[in-house]
T-cell receptor
Framework: RKEVEQDPGPFNVPEGATVAFNCTYS??????FFWYRQDCRKEPKLLMS???SGNEDGRFTAQLNRASQYISLLIRDSKLSDSATYLC????????????FGPGTRLSVLP | DTGVSQDPRHKITKRGQNVTFRCDPI?????LYWYRQTLGQGPEFLTY????????KSRLLSDRFSAERPKGSFSTLEIQRTEQGDSAMYLC????????????FGSGTRLTVV
C-alpha cells in the first residue's frame, strides 16, 4: 500500500458546486496533515492544515478521520479560480520530519 | 524578499553533464527540503537539512546526487553525470522546526536533460 493515496481525478464540476476529495494514509502514527494547492507549472502552496477536530477556512473545510486513516477536503460554492491540483501531505514518521505528498487530485471548475 | 528563492528557474543540459541548483530559504526557517516532481505526480522527497546538518536522504537520491547547506543558510543540490531520467522540477522548501508548520516552496528549477 502506498504511503499516501489520492484519486487523481479529474473532477469536473460546475461553478457553485460542492466537491469533496479524500486522501488515505498508511502510517497510523502520522500526526501532521496538510492540503496544498498547485496550479499548473507552479509550486505547491499551503492551503490549510488539518486539525484533529476539523477546521474551516471560508469555503474550505478539512477533516481528519484517524480511525479510517483519511483526511478530506470539502470545497463549497466552487469558483473557476479553484481549478488546480490539490495535494494531500502527511508526515510519515514519529518525529514529524518527513512529509510525503500524495499524487494530487485535479479539479476543474467549469463555467 | 520573504519567500524561498531558487536559481536557475530553468536548466537545459546535455546527458552526462553536471548541474548545480541553489536554494535560498526564508531566513528564519531552519529546515530546508529538496523535492523532485515529475508531470502528473506529487513532489517526491529527496533530502532535508536542519540548519547545516543533512538529517535524511531518500533512497531516490543516488550517489550522483549531493546536497549541501553550508552555514545553515542557502543550499545547493548537485547532480553529476545527468541522465534523461533526471528531467524533472526540483523544488526546495523551508519550514520552522515543528511538525505543525507547513512548508513554503520556492518556484522550482525545471531541469531538462537532452
Amino acid at each position: 500500500r502506498k504511503e499516501v493515496e489520492q484519486d487523481p481525478g479529474p473532477f469536473n464540476v460546475p461553478e457553485g458546486a460542492t466537491v469533496a476529495f479524500n486522501c488515505t494514509y498508511s502510517n497510523s502514527a502520522s500526526q501532521s496533515f496538510f492540503w496544498y494547492r498547485q496550479d499548473c507549472r507552479k509550486e505547491p502552496k499551503l492551503l490549510m492544515s488539518v486539525y484533529s477536530s476539523g477546521n474551516e477556512d471560508g469555503r474550505f473545510t478539512a477533516q481528519l478521520n484517524r480511525a479510517s486513516q483519511y483526511i478530506s477536503l470539502l470545497i463549497r460554492d466552487s469558483k473557476l479560480s479553484d481549478s488546480a491540483t490539490y495535494l494531500c501531505v502527511v508526515n510519515i514518521d514519529n518525529y514529524g520530519q518527513n512529509f510525503v505528498f500524495g499524487p494530487g487530485t485535479r479539479l476543474s471548475v467549469l463555467p | 524578499d520573504t519567500g524561498v528563492s531558487q536559481d536557475p528557474r530553468h536548466k537545459i543540459t546535455k546527458r552526462g553533464q553536471n548541474v548545480t541548483f541553489r536554494c535560498d530559504p526564508i531566513s528564519e526557517h531552519n529546515r530546508l527540503y529538496w523535492y523532485r516532481q515529475t508531470l502528473g505526480q506529487g513532489p517526491e522527497f529527496l533530502t532535508y537539512f536542519q540548519n547545516e546538518a543533512q538529517l535524511e536522504k531518500s533512497r531516490l537520491l543516488s550517489d550522483r546526487f549531493s546536497a549541501e547547506r553550508p552555514k545553515g543558510s542557502f543550499s545547493t543540490l548537485e547532480i553529476q553525470r545527468t541522465e534523461q531520467g533526471d528531467s524533472a522540477m526540483y523544488l526546495c522548501a523551508s519550514s520552522l522546526s515543528t511538525f505543525l508548520s507547513g512548508y513554503t516552496f520556492g518556484s522550482g528549477t525545471r531541469l531538462t536533460v537532452v
